[in-house]
């Protein structure tokens, strides 16, 4: 997504998204629960990245970040 966002000029956008891809490698859960909620926030029902880019960008990093909150949830309540 970033890649796309820097290719079609949307400064805003990529601004937003550029810092993520390395936290999401690197942070400790803490951290990540943090960067996936403000990749969450990204997908708001005013202002979202789906205005700007198409479905097939923007869902499945959408998909892959709800995974990763519910993984982070089962590990914070101990399920496995």
Do not use: C, H, N
């Not at 810092?19 to 979202?48: H, W």
Request: proline content about 8%.
């Amino acid at each position: 997504m970033v890649a796309a966002l820097r290719a079609a000029g949307i400064d805003r956008w990529t601004t937003y998204f550029e810092p993520m891809p390395d936290r999401l490698r690197d942070d400790e859960p803490r951290g990540l629960r943090q960067v996936a909620l403000r990749a969450r926030a990204a997908y708001g029902p005013k202002d979202s990245i789906r205005d700007v880019l198409p479905r097939e960008l923007t869902e499945p990093f959408l998909e892959s970040i709800d995974r990763l909150l519910k993984q982070l949830a089962r590990r914070d309540t101990g399920a496995a």
